[in-house]
Each structure stands twice: as structure tokens, then as C-alpha cells.
């Protein structure tokens, strides 16, 4: 599943600040945790949109979602965050569908 999104190299709608601060919270919680960024925000095109999120982690809770939220929260203001957990399996028919669309930050 990794080895198909690492393939691309894609531009998306966040600054690198905000890629900083979501890798680093993500990683504060689980150091393995892969982060991928999917929807209207991986088209360059496009313009406003919320964030959504896969995290690929068989140890973040919804306490620290709700952390790693904050976190983003605090920095660049309050916005709409979707975050979707994903064990590492990728079996869930959702992930299946984003999977191929999804950005690794």
C-alpha cells in the first residue's frame, strides 16, 4: 500500500508549516505513524476545502486526535480537520477508495 503513494510526488494545497506541525503531532503520539493527505487539497487547482487525513497507526486513540487537532488548532487557527485511522491493513472499502489519491507528507 505505502510503496503505490510514495510513487508520486505531488504539490498540494498546505504550506510546509502546516505539514511540519501535522507530521510532527502525528509522530509525537505514534513515532510510526505514516501521515497521508487526500481529497481537494492534493489538486493544486482547486481552492479552499477542508484537510483530510489518513493515519496509518494501530496505537492513536480519539484522545489524541483530538490532540493532534489542538495542536494544529493553536497554530494556524481553528479549521475543519477530517481525520481517518487506518491500521495498517487498508482493507476498509473508504481507504481502499482514497488510497490511490493519497498524498504521503
Known amino acids: 500500500m505505502n510503496e503505490f503513494i510514495n510513487r508520486f510526488e505531488i504539490s498540494v494545497r498546505l504550506s510546509k508549516e502546516e505539514v511540519e506541525n501535522i507530521k510532527s ?12 493527505l487526500f481529497g481537494s487539497r492534493t489538486d493544486v487547482s482547486k481552492r479552499g ?4 487525513l489518513l493515519i496509518i497507526s494501530g ?3 480519539k484522545k489524541e486526535l483530538s490532540k493532534i487537532r489542538w495542536d494544529f488548532f493553536e497554530e494556524f487557527g481553528e479549521q475543519k480537520i477530517d481525520i ?5 491493513t487498508g482493507q476498509t472499502p473508504f481507504v481502499k477508495l482514497i488510497i490511490p489519491q493519497a498524498v504521503a507528507l
Open 84 to 88: 481517518v485511522i487506518d491500521d495498517g
Open 25 to 36: 503531532s502525528v509522530t509525537s503520539v505514534d513515532p510510526n505513524a505514516k501521515t497521508y
Open 59 to 61: 496505537k492513536i486513540t
Open 49 to 52: 476545502g477542508d484537510i483530510d
